[in-house]
Nanobody
């Protein structure tokens, strides 16, 4: 069984930065991809960013965070990160990390919540104006 644990959320002013972490355990991730999603009150969970666990660590982002957020991973620590800079009030949400098979990523389905098998419990990010 895979366990994902997020940390690093909090309250920050607009323009500030936060770094989220997602520690994974329970299996090896050599043939996996991982992603960050977020869910604001009253809205559906949406894709933020994804990364292939092996190879060169290919990444994908939703348009609204490109140039502000950076997804990365540390294979040795089985940990994924989301560096969030220039935060805006509209980034306020519960952020979730999730894991799926690598083929999901390379088939272009990394944006779909339905394609992810494992989820963390979420961490709250609040950006004040």
């Amino acid at each position: 069984q895979v366990q994902l644990v997020e940390s690093g959320g909090g309250l920050v002013q607009a323009g500030g930065s936060l770094r989220l972490s997602c520690a994974a355990s329970g299996r090896t991730f050599s043939n996996a991809a991982m992603g960050w999603f977020r869910q604001a009150p009253g809205k559906e969970r949406e894709f933020v960013a994804a990364i292939a666990w092996s190879g060169g660590g290919s990444t994908k982002y939703t348009d609204s965070v490109k140039g502000r957020f950076t997804i990365s991973r540390d294979n040795a620590k089985n940990t994924m990160y989301l560096q969030m800079n220039s935060l805006k009030p509209e980034d306020t949400a519960v952020y979730y990390c999730a894991a799926t098979k690598a083929i999901t990523y390379y088939m272009g389905k990394y944006y779909s919540t339905k394609e992810y098998d494992y989820w963390g419990q979420g961490t709250q990010v609040t950006v004040s104006s």
